[in-house]
C-alpha cells in the first residue's frame, strides 16, 4: 500500500471513530496520524533491512508524539490510537484490522527471551486508557480490556477483561461493534464480588435472626412447661394438705 493510502486511510479512521472532530484538516494534527503514518514508513525500512534508520524514525516520532511504537511490530488496517501519550508497542506484537488503543496502553513483553514474545491482538479489540497487555498471547476478536487492567493470559474472542491480574468477564458470547468506543460501561468484577458478600451477609444474618427466633420459642415453651408444672405441683399439694386436714377433721370427731 502507498502512503496516499495509507494517508486517506488514516483520515478515514480518524473522522469516524473520533467524536471531537470538527474539520477534516484537525487529523493532521493528531499524534496517532503522525504516529502510524511513520511506522508505515520505518516497518518497510525495517523490512528491508534498514534496522538504525528505522528505529531512528521510530524515535523521532516518540519525542513528537509520545507514542512508541517499534518498527518491526505488525499492524492491520484502521488502527486507531485516541490521545496516543504513552502508547507503547513492541517488536513482535501483531496488531488485526480495527483495533482501537487509548493513553498510556502497553503491548509489551516479560523478559529477554527471542522470538515471539509481544501479544498478538485479533480483529476489533479495544484497549482501554493505562491498561498493560504483557506476553506472548492473544486477544480474541472483539474483545474489550478494561483502563487499567493488566492481562497475562489469552482472553477468548467476544470477552471483557477487567482488573489486576485482568479477569475475563463473560458478555453471553455478543460480539462487541466496532464502532463501540464505550469505556464506561464495563464490568466491575470487584462490585459484583461486594454485592455478592453483602447477600450473602444478609442471608446468614436472616439465618440467624431465625435461630435466635426458634430458640427464644423453644425457651418459652420450656418456661411455659415448668410454670404449668409448678402451678400443678403446688395445686396438688394444697389438695393434698386440704385433704389431710379434712381427715385430721373427721378423726377428731
Not at 474539520?23 to 518497510?44: C, D
Not at 509520545?66 to 490510537?81: C, N, R, S, Y
Not at 470487584?190 to 440467624?208: F, G, I, P, S
Not at 403446688?234 to 381427715?247: G, I, P, V, Y
Amino acid at each position: 500500500m502507498g502512503i496516499i493510502k495509507y494517508i486517506k486511510e488514516e483520515f478515514q479512521v480518524i473522522t469516524e471513530r473520533d467524536p471531537a472532530i470538527k474539520t477534516p484538516a484537525e487529523v493532521l494534527l493528531y499524534p496517532s496520524f503522525r504516529a502510524i503514518l511513520s511506522y508505515r514508513l520505518a516497518h518497510k525500512w525495517y523490512l528491508k533491512g534498514h534496522y538504525f534508520w528505522a528505529r531512528w524514525l521510530s524515535q523521532r516520532t516518540v519525542r513528537k508524539t509520545g507514542i512508541e511504537i517499534h518498527p518491526g511490530a505488525t499492524i492491520g488496517k484502521g488502527l486507531f490510537i485516541d490521545h496516543g501519550s504513552g502508547v507503547i508497542i513492541g517488536e513482535t506484537t501483531i496488531i488485526g484490522d480495527n483495533v482501537t488503543l487509548y493513553q498510556g496502553v502497553t503491548l509489551g513483553g516479560t523478559g529477554k527471551e527471542k522470538g515471539k514474545r509481544h501479544p498478538t491482538l485479533k480483529d476489533n479489540v479495544m484497549v482501554s486508557a493505562g491498561a498493560k497487555i504483557l506476553g506472548s498471547f492473544t486477544i480474541g476478536e472483539n474483545s474489550k480490556i478494561g483502563a487499567g487492567s493488566v492481562v497475562l493470559k489469552e482472553v477468548p474472542p467476544n470477552c471483557t477483561v477487567v482488573g489486576v491480574p485482568g479477569r475475563i468477564v463473560k458478555r453471553n458470547d455478543v460480539k462487541v461493534p466496532r464502532s463501540d468506543m464505550n469505556q464506561v460501561d464495563l464490568p466491575d468484577p470487584v462490585m459484583e464480588c461486594l454485592t455478592k458478600l453483602q447477600q450473602e451477609n444478609d442471608m446468614l444474618r436472616a439465618q440467624v435472626l431465625e435461630l435466635e427466633k426458634t430458640k427464644k420459642n423453644k425457651k418459652e415453651k420450656k418456661e411455659n412447661k415448668e410454670h404449668r408444672e409448678e402451678k400443678e405441683s403446688r395445686e396438688n399439694k394444697e389438695h393434698k394438705e386440704n385433704k389431710e386436714k379434712k381427715e385430721k377433721v373427721h378423726e377428731n370427731l
